[in-house]
């Protein structure tokens, strides 16, 4: 079964924000990385693509067994997308958070 995956509005905010902090993070440290902001955005995509496949074999979100976290590691720490399973076809990325962020449900 294939899934086809879809990221809200909010969901493509948060990963063009998460872009956005990482390299003016890397600017701003001297010999910084600033490769880096697009090697964790290609780790998210290809995370979020993971989806297609094999979203129930993410963690639970909620009581719902439709709302669901997905774990995408990156460097020391990573990124957790929260999706919801709409029905057997499709999959909706809500929002995209780095994991040492504030709780988003």
């Known amino acids: 079964m294939t899934f086809k995956v879809r990221l809200t509005r909010a969901a493509e905010r948060d990963l063009e924000e ?4 990482v390299l003016e993070r890397e600017l ?3 010999g910084g990385n600033l490769e880096l902001a697009g090697e964790a955005l290609d780790a998210l995509r290809a995370g979020i ?3 297609k496949t094999s ?3 993410c963690r639970k979100a909620a009581q719902s067994p ?3 976290e997905l774990v995408v590691p990156f460097g ?3 990124y957790v997308a929260l999706f919801e399973i709409e029905d057997a076809s499709m999959v909706t990325v809500l929002t995209v958070r780095h994991q040492l962020e ?3 449900h």
């Open 18 to 21: 998460l872009f956005d902090f």
């Open 55 to 57: 979203p129930f074999t």
């Open 28 to 30: 701003a440290r001297d």
């Open 49 to 51: 693509a993971t989806l």
């Open 76 to 78: 020391r720490s990573g």
């Open 66 to 68: 439709f709302l669901r």
């Open 102 to 104: 504030d709780d988003y």
